[in-house]
């Protein structure tokens, strides 16, 4: 006896979006059909994927995909699972130039691609150039493309010699060496979390070369820790005005905003 309803009263963790990945049936059609009896196929692959769940593997990464913004990612073990927060960058960005304008928008480190994709797939007049150290982000990002892209393969600046932008964004690694928040975290890919003693290692390296790399007044847009955001202005001081801070939706402090001098 193995019915949609036996699973459902399981309580085993995500069983519902564990079902309707097997079945590949929405939640309401689980509810509808809750007398079906899964077949031996049916069962051997649900009971893999429970196991992987319960032994820490994120649903993101079983279902290969995840919404972000207004659009759904594919994924692979080699990027970070997309996070709500971030989706404040896609907002900041979206309201600095008219939608019209050509602009050069550099995204670096993208990752899945999520912020490449979802602003040019929104305002595709602008120009989009995403980087990544890793091949396998890199070919995740490309499969997300959804419009002309620019890829680049390499470390941060090192992917984009000779070229401006008008706007650069960031989601870099911000988390410090030994944060125990790390704990719940280990099925990413720790290069993309971790930078330094202090998390702020690759923030340092960005703001300290991206002024030859922006355009006359162009951006830096930033996502940071929730206590980090006063050493970062800190260090935008130098090469940078028009300093603007913001809060994510838990009313954590999550972006800066800065004005090339
Ligand atoms: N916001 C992520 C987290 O705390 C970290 C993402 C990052 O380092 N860029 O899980």
């Known amino acids: 006896m193995a ?62 995909t995840k919404g972000f913004y207004h659009l759904d990612f594919k994924l692979a073990p080699s990027v970070l699972i997309p996070r709500p927060e971030t989706e404040l960058l896609i907002d900041i960005a979206l309201d600095l130039f008219d939608k019209n304008k050509t602009c050069e928008v550099l995204d670096l480190g993208t990752g899945s691609g999520i912020i490449a994709v979802t602003i040019s797939d929104k305002n595709p007049n602008w120009r989009l150039t995403a980087t990544d150290f890793s091949i396998d982000a890199l070919k995740v990002a490309q499969q997300n493309a959804k419009t002309n892209i620019n890829f680049r393969l390499g470390n941060w600046f090192e992917a984009t010699p000779n070229q401006t932008f008008d706007l650069i964004i960031a989601n870099p690694p911000y988390i410090k060496q030994g944060d125990p928040h790390l704990n719940d975290l280990n099925f990413e890919p720790q290069s993309a979390l971790v930078s330094g003693k202090d998390g702020l290692d690759d923030i340092r390296t ?56």
């Open 206 to 261: 960005i703001i300290d070369n991206a002024a030859q790399y922006l355009n006359k007044k162009g951006y830096l847009l930033l996502e940071h820790g929730f206590d980090q955001q006063q050493e970062i202005i800190q260090l935008l001081n130098n090469d940078f005005f028009n300093i603007q801070k913001f809060k994510d939706y838990n009313q954590q402090n999550r972006a800066v905003l800065a004005q090339i001098k």
């Open 3 to 64: 019915s949609i309803q036996n699973y459902l009263n399981s309580g085993v963790i995500d069983i519902a979006p564990l079902l309707s990945l097997v079945l590949t049936k929405s939640h309401a059609a689980l509810i509808t059909d809750c007398d079906y009896q899964l077949n031996n196929e049916e069962k051997t692959q649900l009971n893999q994927l429970i196991k992987q769940r319960q032994s820490g593997t994120p649903f993101a990464y079983l279902s290969g």
